[in-house]
């Protein structure tokens, strides 16, 4: 690719995994105050709005909508799994998965704007409304629904999980169509990237790594993947190539904080510098 245009550089927050009961949620609006006093363009929310074993019902997702509504930023919320794909277990209802993953579409993602008090409007997959696209400056954005949890089998899943490969092949070309100076692709589950070096990866995201390394590879400029799931905050390089067997050094990993570990992640972008991205913790200690 030619030399991208370098735009001004800009901020962001990433955070998920939070809030997990009611004493979360007053320190996720604490954190969302936080971001607000800071001159972010956006914040991302890596999913994971609720425990894994609270009721998965309207009146939760209309509380968490009016809790991240509330920010003085754009947010960007992606699907995690507990909030729709855990949702079949007893303590959270015994729902259908799918139903409630059409619920959480309806409730977060029916407008087509992000939440927030300052709106963004991305680009949108239309079977997938959480699978969004959207470029700031130089810098383009994906996010993906892949799911900390296996999907119940069937049809609706085959289907999700190849529309999802699909959003990601569309957002490489548009990286290279844009001459895009670097790209920030967001999902809520952590998908075993050391076990996947190792050569014996967990099986429903080899597609999605094979798929990464395959065209992190070719984009060859600074490429950020953003997860939360294992809510263990770290920073590292490790995207394996398969096809030449080496690290991909040009891909960093940035996991978010999450519960009980609380926190955010004001993520600072600069194209003028070779790694693009720097990253400022911001832990919430606890009382």
Not at 106 to 123: K, M, T, V
């Amino acid at each position: 690719m030619a030399g991208a245009a370098r735009g001004e550089p800009f901020s962001f927050a990433a955070w998920g995994d939070v809030p997990y009961s009611r004493f979360e949620r007053d320190i996720a609006a604490d954190m969302l105050a936080a971001q607000a006093a800071q001159p972010l363009a956006f914040s991302i929310h890596v999913g994971d709005i609720k425990s894994g074993s609270s009721p998965c019902d309207d009146a939760l997702l209309e509380d968490r909508h009016a809790l991240l509504d509330a920010s003085t930023h754009p947010v960007l919320l992606l699907a995690g799994d507990n909030e729709w794909a855990d949702c079949s277990r007893p303590a959270a209802g015994g729902h259908a998965p799918f139903e409630r993953l059409a619920a959480w579409r309806a409730r977060f993602h029916g407008n087509g704007e992000s939440l927030g008090q300052a709106r963004l409007s991305p680009a949108r997959q239309s079977c997938c409304p959480e699978n969004m696209r959207w470029r700031h400056g130089s810098v383009l954005f994906a996010t993906l629904n892949v799911s900390g949890s296996p999907l119940p089998p069937g049809k609706p899943t085959r289907q999700l999980e190849a529309a999802t490969l699909d959003w990601l092949d569309a957002a490489f070309s548009e990286a290279h169509a844009a001459d895009a100076a670097a790209m920030v692709i967001v999902f809520h589950a952590n998908p075993r990237f050391e076990a996947y070096a190792r050569g014996h990866g967990v099986k429903r995201y080899r597609a999605l790594l094979d798929r990464l390394a395959r065209k992190a590879a070719h984009f060859g400029r600074p490429l950020l993947l953003i997860h939360g799931d294992s809510h263990r905050y770290r920073v590292d390089q490790p995207l394996f190539d398969r096809k030449n067997g080496r690290y991909l050094d040009n891909v960093t990993r940035l996991e978010t904080h999450g519960s009980p570990w609380l926190g955010w992640v004001r993520v600072d972008v600069d194209t003028a510098t070779p790694g693009v991205f720097s990253f400022e913790p911001h832990t919430r200690r606890l009382p």
